[in-house]
Every structure is written in structure tokens, then in C-alpha cells.
């Protein structure tokens, strides 16, 4: 094999295949970075045998080829070249890397070793790449690191017709967003179906496609690829379903108020500093133009701090938070105003933005206080 590429196309490619070699490969084969040279253009893979990132350019092909180097030293080695044309050529066993007056010898690894890379599925339609990279950011946060229940590691993707539904939850908050896509084709509008896609494979189709007006979407039953011009990634598919969220989420609510989002999630952080390991909830006293917030204890201190608000339906009400999940869930919401929704102090509280629910909602879960908890109960 033997090519020339500008530099710093070769530095992003292997940059982008990297995400998909495992830092403890299983196999020694799998540390490696995958480079193909055919006719105008060369191809540089990563693959763990769950998930495999592609990156094709155009390069100068010389001599077309099939080589396999550690991907994380071609990685360092390439981003540390200056950006000019670089030569790859294989020697013997090794593959030579110039660039400039720079020269580095790699060793190569067996290459008819390497697991074969998933073929890219055919197309199931187009998403809009910055509006659905910024909702699996919000999404995804809901989602559990708790490796006893995989299936809540992943986010939910929901097709119904030309909308897209995206959830994840980890028993505590579940993060529901909605956009529309462009199926391929007529008789795909008509399909409803869901699979839940691991959230570090979403995240990661989401840094390539964020700045992409529209980004590719294939769905299969055991695979989801994504693509963005000539960077794609694969990923594999988690078994089972999210709880359905039309049930949990309510309809009908008894206190509604609505105030600034940022300044909401400023007090809750300077509130949370009287907080500590034992106690880790805080107060929203919900009033008619104003929201309290508070906690702490007289062992450990108390913290208290309000901000306006509005009072737009129902009573005054008193709910307790998780502060870090409540602050999570602030952080997703899109708009400079957040919609607070009660049904009781002991039932999942629904934020969002004002008339802006279905393009993203949090549902949080109260905790239960001597104070908050209704007596009986």
C-alpha cells in the first residue's frame, strides 16, 4: 500500500475511528485502527464488535492495500504532524508515516485477523443533524449507569411515522424528546417500531453529525448506523424497552408555575452547598410570585434563596428534589423560561418549556419527607 494525504484529513479520520477501539481490547487485533487504500480514496475504521466508526477521503492511491497499525499511536502520530501532505507506505511488515522532514515506523498487526466491519445498512431516512445532536445531549442524561439493568443505559428511539420520540430514564427522571425526520420512503412513514440504542453510540453519531443540516439515519432489528458525508458510525442494539412514558407521564396537574431557567438552577446550586452525603434533597416552596428554595440542617447548615416566579394554575405547594437530578434536568431544558407542573408533593413533577412539551420534557421524581409526605401515607 502505498498513498498521499493532506494531513490534517488523515489527523480528523483517525481521530473519528479512534472513538470505537476499546482502551482494553479483548483481542489484541482490536487495538488496532483499520486503513484501506482503493482507487481514489482511503477508508480508516475502528471497531469493537459493537460498534465501528468509518471515516473515506480522498487520498493520492499509489498502490492500493489493506493494513492494520495500534490506532491509538497512528492517532497520536497524525495529530502531531504538521498540516501537510503525508505519505503512507507500507515496508515489509511495517508501515512508514512522512510527513515533511518526519518519519515514523509502525508495526503492523495481523491483519486477516480482524473481525469483519458491519456492512452500512441501507438508509431509513434523514434527520436534521443539529437539532437531533443537541436532544440526545438532553436525552441521554436521564440515562443509567447501573450495569444490573442494561436496557436503561441506553436511550429509546421511537419511530412514528415522520416523528422520531427519544427516551431514557434511570428510574428516578425519564427524558422524552420528540423531532421530526424524513423517512426514505412512503411506506416507511407508516412504521411504528423501537429499539434502544446504547447512549455512547448516540453520543458519539451526535459530535459528527451536530454540524451536519441533515444527517443519514438506518435502522435494522440488531443495528443503527449514522452518517454525516463520509463519516459514519455503527452501533449494535440493546434488548428490551424503556417503561412505556405515556403512562407515567400526567395530563392533568394541580400547581403550575413558570420562571427563569437559569436563574432556577443558579439558586439551586448555591443552595446545594449546605448539602452533604446523608441529605442530599432540597425544598421548592412554589408560590404565587415567588420560589423559595432551601435545605440543609442546623448540624450540617442551612442554605435558603429565592427567585420570582408565576403562579399560572392551581395552590402553593411544597416538593422535595434529588438537587443534582434537578439540576440535570434544568440543564435540558431548551429555553430561557421552565414550566414547573405538580400533581402532588409525592408524584413525579413534569418540566419543560413553556408551550414547548413535546420538543423536550423531564419528568422528575420527588423525594419522600417527613414534610412533603401527606400523613397516612
Known amino acids: 500500500m502505498k498513498l498521499t494525504i493532506d494531513n490534517d484529513v488523515l489527523a480528523d479520520a483517525a ?16 487495538a488496532g485502527m483499520l486503513l484501506e487504500a482503493k482507487k481514489d480514496s482511503l477508508a480508516v475504521s475502528g ?64 491483519v486477516e485477523d480482524y473481525p469483519g466491519l458491519p456492512k452500512l445498512p441501507a438508509v431509513s431516512g434523514t434527520v436534521p443533524g443539529g437539532a437531533f445532536a443537541d436532544l440526545v445531549t438532553r436525552v441521554a442524561a436521564a440515562c443509567s449507569s447501573d450495569p444490573a439493568v442494561p436496557v436503561l443505559s ?26 421530526a425526520w424524513t423517512p426514505k420512503t412512503k411506506a416507511a412513514k407508516t412504521k411504528t417500531g423501537k429499539i434502544v440504542v446504547p447512549a455512547e453510540t448516540l453520543r458519539d453519531a451526535a459530535r459528527v453529525i451536530a454540524d451536519c443540516e441533515q444527517a443519514t439515519l438506518s435502522v435494522t432489528d440488531s443495528m443503527v448506523a449514522f452518517g454525516a458525508a463520509d463519516r459514519h458510525v ?20 394541580e400547581t403550575i408555575a413558570t420562571t427563569s431557567t437559569a436563574e432556577l438552577a443558579a439558586v439551586v446550586k448555591r443552595v446545594s452547598m449546605v448539602l452533604d452525603t446523608k441529605q442530599s434533597y432540597l425544598f421548592l ?70 408551550e414547548q412539551a413535546a420538543t423536550y420534557r423531564a419528568l422528575l421524581m420527588p423525594m419522600r419527607t417527613t414534610e412533603t409526605t401527606p400523613k397516612g401515607e
Open 15 to 30: 481521530q473519528w475511528a479512534f472513538r470505537a477501539i476499546p482502551a482494553r481490547p479483548p483481542l489484541a487485533v482490536l
Open 47 to 110: 471497531f469493537d464488535y459493537y460498534v465501528s466508526t468509518r471515516a473515506t477521503d480522498d487520498a493520492q492511491i499509489d498502490e492500493p492495500g489493506r493494513v492494520l497499525v495500534s490506532g491509538r499511536l497512528l492517532a497520536d502520530i497524525v495529530r502531531a504532524l504538521p498540516k501537510q501532505p503525508a505519505t503512507l507506505a507500507t515496508e515489509g511488515t511495517d508501515l512508514v508515516v512522512t510527513c515533511g522532514k518526519a518519519r515514523f515506523t509502525l508495526p503492523t498487526l495481523p
Open 154 to 179: 441506553g436511550v429509546e428511539i421511537e419511530i412514528d411515522g415522520d416523528r422520531l420520540i427519544l427516551g431514557a430514564t434511570d428510574r428516578y427522571r425519564f427524558n422524552v424528546a420528540e423531532l
Open 234 to 253: 455503527t452501533g449494535g442494539l440493546i434488548e428490551g424497552q424503556l417503561p412505556a412514558y405515556q403512562k407515567l407521564f400526567p395530563t392533568e396537574f
Open 285 to 354: 416552596d412554589v408560590a404565587d410570585g415567588e420560589i423559595t428554595v432551601r435545605a440543609g440542617t442546623h448540624d450540617t447548615g442551612m442554605g435558603l434563596d429565592c427567585l420570582d416566579a408565576t403562579l399560572d394554575a392551581g395552590q402553593p405547594v411544597t416538593v422535595a428534589f434529588n438537587a443534582a437530578l434537578l439540576q440535570e434536568s434544568l440543564h435540558g431544558i431548551p429555553d430561557d423560561r421552565v414550566q414547573l407542573n405538580f400533581t402532588t408533593p409525592v408524584k413525579p413533577a413534569l418540566l419543560h418549556a413553556p
